[in-house]
């Protein structure tokens, strides 16, 4: 499930099946004046650290305006000379992905890496295809920008229609989607079954009549409107009822937060998935936690030199996940 750029909104369509029932998020230091004006200024500490334990990641090589640094064993490494505001920052390091970013007005110093090796089997392939890579049938294995929800709204408003309200089973299966999803992105993010101003609405129904549920014999799919890569608004339609009670209405909860296809048919997210899991996996957990410590049009492998001028452009796409019966 992912979006394309372009100068009208524009429409794309993505095939999965289902058979069961701001900058990088960091540790501030208190910056002076000085430092908030001109960029980050000689003698200041610069740290970096995993993403996802939040240890210091000893060895790195970071070059900041075109000078070359290596982290010590603290993760930590002394700027000798100015990095002004707009200037490169690159990071290496064994375990991770390749960081590239900018020197930014009112920076923070402490720098998280994306892993690419983890206990929980995360690594850079498996990002690019959940993160970034769309699954669009005509276009799939594109490349695009990470979009999500804002993170400063903060709240996902989960909206039936009466005929979902009127059934017990399906209203718990949304209550229990909506915790599952909120726990599994540290409450960052909360998504709560009705009506709440200020919300990103998400819009559920059912429409076994649907022209595209009809002739595609599909479960259920998603469309999504975005503006500057930010999550706006969403659609669920299903073909039935017993579909909102199964576990295809937390996967369709994955895409409304920017979440692609998992290649693990075992996952959630996964495509034509083996068994029927009730949650998110560490895994697709991980990768969530990390999405929120970038900004919406964020580049693979973590590139977010362009993201400005990429949410810039304004325009809004809409992302619609199908999902065969």
């Given at each position: 499930?992912?979006?394309?750029?372009?100068?009208?909104?524009?429409?794309?369509?993505?095939?999965?099946?289902?058979?069961?029932?701001?900058?990088?998020?960091?540790?501030?230091?208190?910056?002076?004046?000085?430092?908030?004006?001109?960029?980050?200024?000689?003698?200041?500490?610069?740290?970096?650290?995993?993403?996802?334990?939040?240890?210091?990641?000893?060895?790195?090589?970071?070059?900041?305006?075109?000078?070359?640094?290596?982290?010590?064993?603290?993760?930590?490494?002394?700027?000798?000379?100015?990095?002004?505001?707009?200037?490169?920052?690159?990071?290496?390091?064994?375990?991770?992905?390749?960081?590239?970013?900018?020197?930014?007005?009112?920076?923070?110093?402490?720098?998280?890496?994306?892993?690419?090796?983890?206990?929980?089997?995360?690594?850079?392939?498996?990002?690019?295809?959940?993160?970034?890579?769309?699954?669009?049938?005509?276009?799939?294995?594109?490349?695009?920008?990470?979009?999500?929800?804002?993170?400063?709204?903060?709240?996902?408003?989960?909206?039936?229609?009466?005929?979902?309200?009127?059934?017990?089973?399906?209203?718990?299966?949304?209550?229990?989607?909506?915790?599952?999803?909120t726990d599994a992105?540290?409450?960052?993010?909360?998504?709560?079954v009705g009506e709440?101003?200020?919300?990103?609405?998400?819009?559920?129904?059912?429409?076994?009549?649907?022209?595209?549920?009809?002739?595609?014999?599909?479960r259920a799919f998603?469309?999504?409107?975005?503006?500057?890569?930010?999550?706006?608004?969403?659609?669920?339609?299903?073909?039935?009822?017993?579909?909102?009670?199964?576990?295809?209405?937390?996967?369709?909860?994955?895409?409304?937060?920017?979440?692609?296809?998992?290649?693990?048919?075992?996952?959630?997210?996964?495509?034509?998935?083996?068994?029927?899991?009730?949650?998110?996996?560490?895994?697709?957990?991980?990768?969530?936690?990390?999405?929120?410590?970038?900004?919406?049009?964020?580049?693979?492998?973590?590139?977010?030199?362009?993201?400005?001028?990429?949410?810039?452009?304004?325009?809004?796409?809409?992302?619609?996940?199908?999902?065969?019966?």
């Amino acid at each position: 499930m992912k979006r394309a750029l372009v100068a009208l909104p524009l429409l794309l369509w993505f095939g999965c099946t289902d058979t069961g029932p701001s900058s990088p998020t960091t540790v501030r230091r208190d910056l002076g004046a000085a430092d908030t004006a001109q960029g980050i200024v000689p003698g200041s500490t610069v740290q970096i650290v995993s993403g996802e334990s939040g240890q210091p990641v000893g060895g790195a090589r970071v070059v900041i305006a075109g000078r070359e640094h290596v982290s010590d064993a603290a993760g930590q490494l002394t700027v000798a000379q100015l990095a002004p505001n707009g200037a490169t920052l690159d990071i290496e390091a064994t375990g991770f992905l390749n960081r590239q970013t900018l020197i930014r007005r009112g920076e923070r110093t402490t720098f998280e890496l994306w892993p690419s090796r983890s206990p929980t089997r995360l690594d850079a392939d498996y990002t690019r295809v959940l993160v970034y890579e769309s699954a669009s049938i005509s276009g799939g294995g594109a490349v695009e920008p990470l979009d999500r929800p804002d993170i400063d709204t903060a709240r996902v408003a989960i909206v039936p229609t009466v005929a979902i309200l009127r059934d017990p089973r399906a209203m718990q299966a949304l209550r229990d989607a909506a915790s599952e999803i909120t726990d599994a992105v540290g409450g960052t993010i909360v998504y709560a079954v009705g009506e709440a101003p200020g919300s990103v609405p998400i819009q559920l129904r059912i429409e076994p009549r649907n022209e595209s549920i009809v002739d595609e014999n599909l479960r259920a799919f998603t469309r999504c409107w975005m503006t500057r890569l930010v999550i706006t608004r969403c659609d669920i339609v299903y073909r039935d009822v017993e579909v909102v009670r199964s576990n295809t209405t937390l996967h369709e909860l994955g895409h409304t937060f920017g979440l692609n296809h998992s290649p693990d048919r075992s996952e959630i997210m996964g495509i034509r998935r083996l068994r029927s899991p009730h949650g998110f996996s560490p895994r697709e957990r991980l990768v969530m936690k990390l999405m929120l410590k970038r900004p919406p049009g964020n580049l693979f492998p973590d590139n977010d030199r362009q993201a400005p001028a990429l949410r810039a452009l304004g325009e809004t796409s809409r992302i619609v996940c199908r999902h065969p019966g």
